[in-house]
């Protein structure tokens, strides 16, 4: 619910790059990352943003079957069985189908998975019609998802493989929107990926006895996810009047005709790319939209890889999180 | 019976080595959130709470406004991530409905609601991690969001939970002693009168020990009341600070 003269004075500010909380356009709000405060996840980090918003994400790993007839045509850019480094992201389907696999079929038959769930706590959905908050959820879990389980969303699939054809590891990532003060989405990727550092994997030894294959789960050692610091993060830039501004204020997004969301790795690699909003966008402004959120992308990345690191060093030292005290 | 874990030892103490008559380390804080009016953060050993309360405010639904009190809503809901097994968030758990509902009883019996008629106050509790006694570390965060959010009530309501094992009954059970069959009483008080405004137990227990199992949780409660009201005052004490400086 956003008034005419709000709408306008919000519009204007963004043309002049004066937003109403005296950022530019492509300013972030500072964030705060803390990982490791649920002890009984395998994994756990909260994001909060300047404005409100807060996401807690938090990560259980079980282990799961592989399913029989996991889709494994879709994957041509797919990761070789040779272990050889994946190509990087934009060469064409063509380049990586000539690698010496024994085709689609076992790919997905040797990897584990990572299934997502966005939810708002009550407290968060307020803002929202309840009906929205679930087609909201339901569409964040939806990327979240493809972007996590494809070939460019960093987690080693093959990694979390136990037993190849039967058993797998599978990461359960479940965020949970407690605040919301806009740049919902990019808050959620960065609490994930800022998770998955957190997450350590039970070590799983495999044995073969008597064409039998059996595995055991140890508990005390761990293993980290391999592969976490390419799990991409998002931009998401929101369309106002005819410029584009980033990590949007609840009142910003309302004045917002369309929203793009650019999914980008540290290698610089686009690994999703996502139109929301009623709106329509040039050609030519896309091109420059998404050109930007490559670069604020690794801004990002790197942002968000000092702070790991801080937490790591915290981690080690022993000292316990602060959470929510 | 199978010999299982044994919950109190031989010495009396308990798995986590605590006395049969002792509760957990408790920590609080409130003011956790900054957009709602009132929001607290309770850890009861590793049962982790946060509450946040909205109100009074204009009701979302008019079909439920009564014209001489503010209504009440509480949303009880537990993270997927919050116990030992992952459980996937089911679209209205009765169970976590129920529990709702009777938290709502409860606070409707201190909650000035006469106050603020044709409103709604909502408490929305979140259940970030469990290691038993949800339910009276849930209740126990409502209180202070509510006093954190400036609603008036009568009194504290402070809860806690005790059961019964081998001849001996015990306070505040964590998940292990929780799910070994043994019934588990949650009781929520309120202080100043004394007067119960809760009681719920899950399991059988014989009427002769129900007594002594209530007393103690009584007394849990009133260990609790001590817990909540250094809090209030020591974030009362931050504020006036900020305030007067």
Redo the contacts between chains.
């Keep these: 619910m956003i008034s005419v003269s709000e709408r306008d004075y919000i519009t204007k500010g963004v043309d002049r790059s004066v937003r109403a909380d005296g950022r530019a356009r492509l300013d972030f709000r500072d964030l705060n990352l803390e990982t490791g405060m649920i002890t009984q996840a395998s994994g756990s980090c909260r994001v909060t943003l300047e404005g409100g918003t807060d996401v807690l994400v938090g990560v259980k790993v079980e282990v799961g079957s592989i399913e029989p007839d996991a889709e494994a045509a879709a994957d041509a850019d797919d990761i070789d069985d040779d272990g050889g480094a994946r190509t990087a992201g934009g060469g064409g389907p063509g380049t990586d189908d000539t690698t010496g696999s024994s085709g689609g079929g076992t790919h997905a038959r040797n990897r584990g998975r990572i299934s997502c769930t966005v939810a708002c706590s009550p407290s968060a959905t307020r803002v929202f019609d309840p009906r929205d908050v679930e087609s909201m959820c339901n569409e964040y879990s939806q990327l979240l998802n493809r972007v996590l389980n494809s070939a460019h969303g960093g987690v080693d699939l093959a990694a979390l493989c136990i037993v190849p054809g039967s058993t797998c590891w599978v990461l359960n990532v479940d965020a949970l929107v407690l605040d919301y003060g806009g740049g919902l989405l990019d808050a959620i990727f960065a609490a994930t990926r800022g998770a998955l550092h957190n997450t350590r994997i039970p070590r799983a030894t495999v044995e073969q006895t008597d064409g039998r294959v059996e595995f055991e789960i140890e508990d005390e050692e761990t293993e980290i996810v391999a592969g976490w610091e390419d799990v991409p993060l998002t931009v998401s830039m929101s369309k106002i009047g005819y410029r584009h501004i980033v990590d949007p204020t609840p009142l910003e997004e309302l004045c917002s005709s369309a929203r793009l969301t650019v999914a980008v790795n540290r290698r610089g690699n686009l690994c999703a790319l996502q139109k929301g909003g009623e709106g329509g966008i040039e050609p030519s402004l896309l091109a420059e939209m998404v050109q930007t959120a490559k670069q604020l992308g690794q801004t990002l990345l790197s942002r968000h890889d000092t702070l790991l690191a801080a937490e790591a060093r915290r981690i080690a030292k022993g000292v316990d999180p602060t959470g929510f005290r | 019976m199978a010999a299982r874990l044994e919950i109190v030892s031989p010495e009396g103490l308990r798995v986590d080595g605590r006395r049969p008559a002792e509760v957990r380390r408790v ?1 609080t ?1 409130t003011g ?5 009016d009132g ?1 607290a ?1 309770i ?1 009861q050993g ?1 049962t ?1 709470c ?1 509450a ?1 309360v ?1 109100g009074p405010r204009e009701p ?1 639904k008019r079909a439920g406004v009564l014209h001489d009190r503010a209504t009440i809503n509480v ?1 009880y ?1 537990v ?8 459980r ?2 089911l679209r209205r758990d009765r169970k976590l409905l129920e529990i709702g509902l009777m938290i709502k009883q409860t606070f409707e019996t201190v909650v000035a609601t006469t106050s603020f008629p044709r409103s709604e106050i ?1 408490i ?1 509790l ?1 259940i ?4 038993g006694g949800a339910v009276h570390t849930a209740i126990n965060a409502a209180t202070l969001a509510l006093i954190d959010a400036g609603i008036p009530m009568t009194d504290y309501v402070c809860a806690c939970s005790a059961g019964f094992v081998n001849d001996q009954a015990i306070l505040d059970l964590n998940f292990l002693e929780e799910s070994a069959d043994v019934p588990t009483l949650t009781v929520a008080l309120l202080p100043k009168s004394g007067k119960i405004s809760m009681l719920g137990l899950e399991s059988r227990l014989h009427i002769d020990k129900l007594e002594p199992v209530i007393a103690l949780a009584s007394d849990g409660c009133m260990q609790m009341k001590d817990t909540l009201d250094e809090a209030i005052r020591i974030s009362t004490r931050n504020l006036a600070k900020t305030v007067l400086h």
């Design positions: 920590l804080r956790v959130l900054s957009q709602a929001s953060y850890e590793n982790k946060l946040a909205y979302v949303e809901n993270s997927s991530f919050s116990s030992g097994e992952r996937a968030k909502d929305y979140q970030l991690q469990t290691d």
